[in-house]
C-alpha cells in the first residue's frame, strides 16, 4: 500500500509538470524540426510520462493476477532501461558549452518520470524477493499432487492433565493407528483405563491430575495467582511432582508398560505432545525425532493476544508485551 501511494504522488508531479511544462516543450521541439518529424526520443516528455503510468498498473496485475508477476516485474525493467536511455542522452552542446538546448523542465519531467519507474520496478522486485507474492505464485502454478508414501511410525502421545486433556489425543490416536501407525498414549495412572477401552496402548507416568488441577483452581491459572495464592510447601510439592513427571518421559518412549506383562518396548519415531509436559522437547532431542506440541488452549508465541496463563487481558491490543508473555510463562 505505502508503494503505491508513493507511486500516486509521484504521478500526481508528473502529470502536473507535464501540464504545465510538457505541452510547450514537446511543441517546441515538433516546431524546430519540422513537420516530417513527430517523435523525438531524446526530448520527448509524453513517452516518459506514458512508461511512468503504465509501470504502476504493474502493481494491480501483481494483485489480481499473480501468476503474471514475472511479466509485470519483465515488463518494469524494460522500462526502466528505456529511461535509462533516455536520460543518458542528456548532455551539454560542446559547440554551446551550457544546457540551453535542453531547458531545466525538460530535464526535471524526464528525470522524475524516470524516478517513478525506476521506483516501481525496484519496489516490485524487492517485494518478490521478500516473498510477499511468491508463495502464492507457487501456490498458483499448476503442478501435479504427488502422493507421498508415509512409512508406518512409532507415535508416543506425551499428556499430562484431567479427563478432558486426555480425549482429544485418544480421537487423533485412533486414526493414526487407522492409518497404520502404533501409538501409545503415555498419561498418568488413572487414565489406564480410558486409553485401554478405545483400544489403545498406554504407559503410565508420573504426577496426580487431581492434585494438578486443584493447583490451576487455587492459582486460578496465572503466574500473578501462583505467587499470591498458593503456599510456599505446596509450590515445593508442585515443583516435586513436575521433577517425577519429567523424569517418567524418558521410559514412556522407550521402554514397556511396567504393568502390563505382555507389553513390548516402544521405539519412539515421532512425539506428540501438550505443552504441560514441559520434558518432550528433551526427550524428543535426545531421540533425535520430532515433536508436535498440541493443545486446546493458544500457546505459541503471537502479538495477538497473550498466553492463557499470563492472567493479561486477552481482549487487549496486539503488542509486545503480548509476545514477551509466552517466554515469561514457560
Not at 558549452?97 to 516490485?124: H, M, R
Not at 505443552?275 to 488452549?297: D, T
Request: with cysteine; aromatic share 10%.
Amino acid at each position: 500500500v505505502a508503494s503505491v501511494v508513493i507511486w500516486l504522488l509521484l504521478l500526481c508531479f508528473n502529470i502536473g509538470f507535464f501540464v504545465s511544462f510538457g505541452f510547450s516543450v514537446d511543441w517546441e521541439v515538433f516546431r524546430e524540426l519540422g513537420a516530417g518529424h513527430r517523435y523525438d526520443f531524446r526530448h520527448s516528455l509524453f513517452d516518459a510520462l506514458l512508461l511512468s503510468i503504465a509501470v504502476g498498473f504493474t502493481f494491480c496485475v501483481i494483485r489480481r493476477a499473480l501468476t503474471f508477476v514475472i511479466l509485470a516485474i519483465i515488463f518494469d525493467f524494460i522500462c526502466s532501461l528505456f529511461m535509462l536511455f533516455k536520460v543518458a542522452v542528456f548532455r551539454y552542446g560542446e559547440e554551446l558549452g551550457s544546457c540551453s538546448l535542453f531547458q531545466t523542465c525538460e530535464v526535471v519531467g524526464i528525470v522524475s518520470s524516470a524516478l517513478t519507474v525506476w521506483f516501481v520496478t525496484g519496489a516490485n522486485i524487492t517485494l518478490f524477493l521478500l516473498n510477499e507474492y511468491s508463495d502464492t505464485v507457487h501456490a498458483d502454478a499448476i503442478s501435479p499432487v504427488v502422493a507421498l508414501p508415509i512409512p508406518p511410525l512409532n507415535v508416543a502421545m506425551l499428556i499430562v492433565g484431567t479427563h478432558g486433556d486426555v480425549l482429544p489425543f485418544i480421537g487423533l490416536a485412533l486414526e493414526l493407528q487407522q492409518l497404520g501407525h502404533r501409538v501409545r498414549i503415555a498419561t498418568h495412572a488413572t487414565h489406564r483405563k480410558l486409553v485401554l477401552s478405545k483400544g489403545v496402548e498406554f504407559y503410565p507416568v508420573a504426577g496426580d491430575p487431581k492434585k494438578l488441577s486443584a493447583w490451576m483452581v487455587q492459582s486460578g491459572g496465572t503466574l500473578k495467582g501462583e505467587m499470591l495464592n498458593v503456599s510456599a510447601a505446596a509450590k515445593m510439592k508442585k515443583l516435586a511432582m513436575l521433577k517425577e513427571i519429567i523424569e517418567s518421559l524418558w521410559p514412556a518412549v522407550t521402554e514397556k508398560d511396567p504393568d502390563d506383562e505382555l507389553s513390548t518396548s516402544f521405539n519412539t519415531q515421532a512425539i506428540i505432545a501438550n505443552p504441560v509436559c514441559f520434558g518432550h522437547v528433551h526427550v524428543a532431542e535426545a531421540l533425535g525425532v520430532p515433536l508436535h506440541i498440541m493443545f486446546p488452549q493458544p500457546w505459541t508465541p503471537t502479538k495477538a493476544f497473550p498466553h492463557p496463563m499470563s492472567g493479561l487481558d486477552n481482549s487487549a491490543r496486539p503488542s509486545v508485551q503480548n509476545l514477551r508473555s509466552y517466554q515469561l510463562c514457560d
